[in-house]
C-alpha cells in the first residue's frame, strides 16, 4: 500500500509504500518525548516529495540513527538508519495521512536500557 506523509507545515512531504501491520515503540529518551510510532522498511520505499535540504537532521547516543525534522515547526516524520548494510527508514506512522493507530500491532522495545 502506499502512504502519503509529512510534517505538520508541508515543507517536508513524502511517500513510502509497504505493508503496515506493526510499529515499533521505544522508551527512549528521545522516542518517548516525541511519542515516536515507527515503521521500518528498505530506504528504497520512502521518497520525498520536497527538496532533501528541507530536511533537518538531529544524531542522538550512538549517532548511528539520522532523525530528521522540520526546522520550521518541530515535527519528526521519519528518520534514517543502516542495519547490516540494508539503508533503512524508520517512519513515525502518527506522520501519515488517514492511518488507524488503533488497528496496529505495537511491539514496545525497552530503548532506555541499552
Known amino acids: 500500500m502506499l502512504y502519503q506523509g509529512g510534517c505538520h507545515c508541508g515543507k517536508i512531504a513524502f511517500e513510502v509504500e509497504g505493508e503496515l501491520t506493526q510499529v515499533m515503540e521505544c522508551n527512549c529518551s528521545l522516542c518517548s518525548k516525541r511519542g515516536y510510532l515507527l515503521w521500518f522498511v528498505p530506504r528504497e520505499q520512502l521518497r520525498l516529495s520536497t527538496p532533501e535540504s528541507n530536511l533537518a537532521t538531529y544524531l542522538f547516543n550512538t549517532k548511528k540513527i539520522q532523525h530528521h525534522f522540520c526546522p520550521t515547526r518541530g515535527c ?14 524508520a517512519v513515525n506512522v ?12 505495537v511491539a514496545k522495545v525497552d530503548g532506555r536500557s541499552r
Request: aromatic share 4%; glycine share 12%; net charge negative.
Open 94 to 105: 502518527r506522520c501519515l495521512d488517514g492511518v488507524e493507530l488503533e488497528t496496529l500491532k
Open 76 to 89: 519528526a516524520p521519519f528518520g534514517e538508519a543502516s542495519n547490516k548494510g540494508v539503508a533503512m527508514a
